[in-house]
């Protein structure tokens, strides 16, 4: 089945062999003027006899041709021999093909309509005959009647029952002629050839263009060659081969391609590329933003019956808003008006009140606001109006009258772009466009061709002065998108070099088998899984459970951690308030008695005052009371012996009543300590004496000093004022300051 394969030619007719590699619309004949044309005269002559009768077969046989042509009405070709047998093959309208022949004493007229005839592009023409039919083809178009040629075997002057059929005719004299053919390619000779009165009806004229692939039967042939063998026939604006500059594409944008055979040139028509330039590729374009109006004036005289609108546009707004491409208004004593304009559905309106009546149309099988290329075209003259949206034409319908409105202001002629500013209450509900607008042009009654964008952009030096721009920062020079909404029609090459696409019924292959689906006899049944939404439930609820575990421990976590910050907080502030209460305690001082009974040490200095019991250093703390705690310079403080250095202080802003009594108390201490000082002094100057009633009363002394020192705290909550004892080895200077002595 794959071992073999068919080639499947886009020309079946001109294009031959079995990979199509042959292609006879190569031998070709250019042209160039209605003048020029081909003309082989074949007499009585041995030696063009085969080649004569190769080219009389176009009377009976299939005949091929390729026309490449802008002609509308031009003969392509004309042969006829001495018996008035012939056949005539033109051109009418740019639209029809003709071809007439005689099926003996009868003529008979074929024609098929094809558009595309004298666009310039490739148009095969094929007469095909059978035993008992012919059928005219142009490219996919074809016509077919029940007769075939049947050729005349006598001469008469008068071989026709109907002649009014007949266009051009050669000359026919009473006797028969010699015997002769003759083939008119491209033209005629009007010395050998007249026209008929039918001819006012079917002009006859030159053909300008190409004839490609001339083939009779199975001969081609090779128009190049005769052209250049042929040295006694003029063949002035007669050119070998078909050399189209438009094969080169030099069109961009969907321009049309003209070619221009005399002066082997070509250009570009523009008119419904939304381009201009000379191969339909510029552009003059701006960006809007949607709060700018481009205003260009312009003179009208009487009524508007000639307009014409081409511009572009591309946009990707998505807002749903009525937007203003393109407005043209008249003064407010008029009703005119002309709008282009994107609906909140982002589809294309356009309407035009002609003052008698309004028309127009909304496009709504696509969306204008997805960023590709659009294009607007619309031209009338008089109640003739032709609107093209995207190159394709839509139908305009009549709308319903409007109510009359009462003018505000008296307005003025002007073209508004990308915005309008009007009191028309009719347009009210539109706002600016943002987006891009291009080669906007217009054109009023033949008097004003405007260009606004060019004009604004000095572009151009012209009328430059009649535009103005409300809000010139919002309009940008700017390119629109090159990517139009769909596609273009292509041209194939194939289509140039004589090719044209057909339907063909027959396939490359042959269909591939059918495909059976294999059911298996052995296969066990799968047994379905049952309790599966048990199991899936399951599962969630263990996730969902997971989670709440998951956040309670979160919760439990976050709410620790905040209760240790708070503690370790709390633990700060105490901290605080226990350094601010050890520095507002007084200080004390200790001194160390020694063993000997000399009042000065070796040196000569006196001994320090102190009390010793039992050979055991004696303390004996002093506390001032005075309301500033003196300067100290020992180590031990008075919070070592005090039971309540730990609570805190309390500010107060007026000193209390036990404050002034614990200053009294304090001042009455130190008189005692004053009277006790001196009664030290008399002690140690006794103390040898003395010694043994010191040694009894030491520990009355102690204990005495203790109770007082307690119920003196207590009645004050302050440092006590009485002198306390205890067997360390410090002791208290006379001077009042604090310091340990070693012995």
Not at 291 to 318: C, Y
Not at 479 to 484: E, I, K, L, R
Not at 552 to 572: F, G, I, P
Not at 650 to 672: A, G, I, L
């Amino acid at each position: 089945l794959w071992s073999s394969y068919e080639c499947i030619c886009k020309n079946p007719w001109a294009h031959l062999g079995t990979h199509c590699e042959e292609n006879i619309n190569k031998k070709a004949l250019t042209f160039q003027t209605p003048e020029s044309y081909l003309k082989k005269n074949y007499l009585v002559d041995n030696t063009t006899d085969a080649e004569k009768n190769r080219l009389k077969k176009m009377m009976t046989e299939n005949v091929l041709m390729n026309l490449r042509t802008y002609d509308d009405n031009s003969l392509v070709l004309y042969a006829n021999d001495n018996l008035n047998n012939f056949i005539h093959l033109f051109i009418h309208n740019g639209t029809q093909i003709i071809y007439l022949f005689n099926h003996e004493n009868e003529i008979v007229q074929m024609n098929v309509t094809h558009e595309k005839i004298n666009k310039g592009e490739s148009v095969q023409i094929a007469i095909i005959r059978t035993e008992n039919t012919t059928t005219l083809h142009v490219n996919k178009r074809n016509s077919t009647i029940n007769k075939i040629a049947k050729l005349l075997t006598n001469y008469t002057n008068k071989p026709w029952t109907n002649p009014e059929l007949e266009v051009i005719r050669p000359q026919r004299p009473p006797a028969p002629p010699t015997d002769y053919f003759q083939m008119n390619l491209g033209g005629y000779d009007s010395y050998s050839l007249h026209l008929a009165s039918r001819a006012t009806l079917l002009p006859q004229g030159g053909y300008v263009g190409c004839i490609r692939g001339f083939k009779i039967a199975d001969h081609v042939v090779d128009l190049s060659r005769k052209a250049q063998q042929e040295d006694d026939i003029d063949l002035t604006g007669v050119l070998p081969e078909c050399n189209m500059k438009c094969d080169s594409e030099p069109c961009k944008n969907g321009g049309i391609c003209t070619e221009n055979f005399k002066k082997q040139e070509s250009s570009c028509d523009c008119e419904l590329t939304s381009y201009f330039g000379e191969y339909c590729m510029e552009e003059k374009g701006a960006d809007f933003n949607g709060e700018s109006i481009l205003q260009r004036r312009f003179v009208l005289s009487g009524p508007i019956w000639k307009v014409k609108i081409k511009l572009a546009f591309s946009s990707n707004d998505l807002r749903q808003k009525n937007t203003v491409l393109l407005l043209v208004q008249t003064e407010n004593k008029r009703s005119y008006y002309l709008l282009v304009a994107i609906t909140q559905d982002g589809y294309l309106k356009f309407e035009e009140d002609r003052e008698e009546a309004a028309y127009g149309a909304e496009v709504k099988n696509r969306n204008f606001l997805n960023g590709a290329r659009h294009t607007v075209y619309y031209t009338r003259h008089g109640d003739e109006a032709k609107l093209l949206i995207d190159r394709i034409e839509v139908p305009l319908e009549k709308l319903p009258p409007q109510d009359l409105w009462e003018a505000l202001d008296v307005g003025s002629n002007e073209v508004q772009i990308g915005g309008l500013n009007t009191t028309d209450p009719r347009l009210k509900i539109y706002k600016g466009y943002n987006g891009c607008l291009s080669n906007i042009f217009v054109e009023i009654n033949n008097q004003s061709s405007m260009k606004p964008l060019e004009e604004y952009m000095l572009y151009t030096r012209s009328d430059t002065e009649k535009v103005n721009v409300v809000n010139a920062q919002g309009v940008r020079s700017a390119q629109c998108s090159a990517d139009f909404d769909e596609a273009w029609p292509e041209h194939d090459q194939s289509t140039h070099n004589g090719s044209f696409l057909i339907s063909v019924d027959k396939t490359w292959v042959e269909d591939p088998p059918i495909r059976i689906p294999y059911d298996s006899l052995y296969q066990q049944p799968d047994d379905e899984e049952e309790n599966t939404d048990k199991i899936f439930i399951a599962l969630i609820v263990i996730f969902v459970l997971g989670l709440c575990y998951t956040g309670y421990h979160m919760w439990r976590t976050n709410k620790a951690h905040k209760m240790r910050l708070e503690k370790e907080e709390d633990e700060k502030i105490m901290r605080d308030k226990e350094k601010a209460t050890k520095l507002q305690e007084p200080r004390i001082s200790f001194g160390q008695l020694n063993k000997d009974d000399d009042d000065t040490n070796k040196d000569g200095e006196k001994k320090p005052n102190g009390v010793m019991i039992d050979m055991i250093p004696t303390v004996i703390i002093e506390v001032p009371n005075d309301d500033k705690p003196a300067s100290r310079r020992g180590s031990l403080r008075f919070r070592d012996i005090a039971d309540n250095g730990w609570e805190p202080l309390e500010e107060k802003d007026e000193p209390s009543d036990n404050e002034e009594e614990e200053s009294q108390e304090q001042s009455d201490s130190k008189e005692t300590d004053s009277e006790s000082d001196e009664s030290h002094e008399s002690e140690e100057c006794d103390e040898s004496e003395k010694e043994k009633e010191i040694d009894e009363s030491a520990e009355t002394t102690k204990e005495n000093s203790l109770k007082k020192h307690r119920s003196t705290r207590e009645l004050n909550k302050g440092p006590p004022t009485s002198t306390l004892t205890t067997q360390l080895p410090y002791k208290i200077d006379e001077d009042g300051s604090n310091e340990m002595l070693t012995s």
